[in-house]
């Protein structure tokens, strides 16, 4: 089993940057694919963004291509979300995810990102 920990969410204004962390259990986290997803208000989760296990891939939501950039420190088994030019539909909690074959073995407990226009 691993545990997902995700922090670094809060409130931003509209045009501003926040950088979400998740930490894993696992020391071996770089093993995993692993991946962002965020559930907006009074909608289905949705894929943001994820990184093959071996870091040579990585995929983006159009709707984030450009300005969010997933990054990993495999030393210390934790991935990052570096979000800029925030809008306010990019309010939603973000999840963190891993799994072997897919993404989505494991989920964080997620963290709430609120933009404000």
């Known amino acids: 089993q691993v545990q997902l920990v995700e922090s670094g969410g809060g409130l931003v204004q509209a045009g501003g940057s926040l950088r979400l962390s998740c930490a894993a259990s696992?020391?071996?986290?770089?093993?995993?694919?692993r991946g962002w997803f965020r559930r907006a208000p009074g909608k289905s989760r949705e894929f943001v963004v994820g990184?093959?296990?071996?870091?040579?891939?990585?995929d983006y939501a159009a709707s984030v291509k450009g300005r969010f950039t997933i990054s990993r420190d495999d030393a210390n088994n934790t991935i990052y979300l570096q979000m800029n030019s925030l809008k306010p539909e990019d309010t939603a909690v973000y999840y963190c995810?891993?799994?072997?074959?897919?993404?989505?073995?494991?989920w964080g407990q997620g963290t709430q990102v609120t933009v404000s226009s």
């Open positions: 995810a891993a799994g072997r074959s897919s993404y989505t073995d494991y």
């Open positions: 696992t020391r071996t986290f770089a093993a995993y694919n």
């Open positions: 990184i093959s296990r071996s870091g040579a891939r990585t």
